[in-house]
């Protein structure tokens, strides 16, 4: 092949159009446990956390909620993917034994957040959310009365197993964040006078995007790292829906997905998709929530 700008450029389209194949044949999870944010800049900071206000009856002057800002942000982190493919594989119109890296290069890119994703939640055992306690925790501030000395409330049930996740994603707003601020693209340095051609012979693409997760409402969020049964699963829906805001009133949240590891894939599906119990007996909790598995988190 002649290699010229034309050439290089028809090339350059052909691997982004692989990219953008492999991009779109992934579902990913974060699309479903997160609340996607758009970033205008190096952080966001994200005032309304700790308000989930309710409706009342109008009587006398408004109760109006301040956005208490709490100090939560989230700074946006920039990532890249490159590969170099050498200058004689084009010219010998070797193109097509790179195409499937391209197009596993888009499949990853959009796979990363679910891997960002999965590092969040590992690290919510152990990372203080916008209320100052850890994400997934004992004792969590909430106050009955504006002036009532906050009581501990709890999302999380403590075990040795691997950890399992109730969630209520059935609102705009969700128990995960995650933040844009320039989405992943493909680019490239195919020209001549570019470095890489120059002193290596190669031509260059690579991927680069600019974003973020963190933690949203916890009390969206339910975590257990004892075993996945029928009675710790039911415990753990009951603590959800008990879960009360600072105004004393119920929240209304329930338990709409069930995220797991892989390894506890059968334990999931036995619990909300069989119909029967081992002992014979109906299944009250069959398609009680729906199921997702991660291959991510451990």
């Not at 389209?13 to 446990?33: A, C, D, E, H, W």
């Not at 609340?35 to 206000?53: H, I, N």
């Not at 995960?176 to 693409?205: K, L």
């Not at 257990?224 to 209304?252: E, F």
């Amino acid at each position: 092949m002649i290699i010229n700008s034309t050439a290089l450029s028809s090339i350059g389209t052909g691997f982004n159009s692989l990219f953008n194949r492999g991009f779109g044949s992934v579902q990913p999870i974060y699309s479903k446990v997160c609340m996607t944010a758009q970033s205008a800049g190096s952080e966001e900071v994200y005032a309304w956390l700790g308000q989930l206000p309710a409706v009342r009856e109008w009587l006398g002057a408004r109760h109006v909620h301040n956005l208490e800002l709490n100090g939560f942000s989230i700074k946006n982190r920039t990532f890249e993917s490159s590969v170099e493919v050498p200058r004689t594989a084009i010219e010998d119109d070797k193109i097509g034994a790179f195409s499937p890296l391209f197009e596993d290069m888009g499949k990853r890119t959009a796979e990363f957040p679910d891997q960002l994703f999965a590092e969040l939640l590992a690290a919510g055992f152990a990372t203080n959310c916008y209320d100052g306690q850890y994400f997934f925790d004992t004792d969590h501030p909430v106050r009955s009365e504006p002036d009532a000395p906050p009581a501990s409330v709890s999302n999380y049930q403590a075990g040795a197993g691997p950890a399992w996740f109730l969630l209520d994603l059935s609102r705009p707003v969700r128990p995960f964040i995650y933040q844009e601020r320039m989405p992943f693209v493909m680019q490239r340095r195919d020209r001549e006078s570019d470095e890489n051609v120059f002193d290596r012979d190669t031509f260059a693409y690579g991927v680069r995007g600019r974003c973020n997760v963190g933690f949203g409402l916890w009390q969206l969020a339910y975590a257990s790292k004892a075993p996945l049964t029928g009675d710790n699963y039911g415990a753990a829906r009951a603590a959800m829906a008990k879960l009360k805001g600072d105004n004393g009133r119920k929240l209304g949240i329930q338990g709409t997905h069930l995220l797991v590891p892989t390894d506890l894939e059968g334990d999931a599906r036995g619990l909300i998709k069989g119909t029967h119990l081992a002992s014979g007996e109906s299944n009250p909790w069959v398609d009680s929530a729906e199921l997702i598995i991660s291959p991510w988190i451990d």
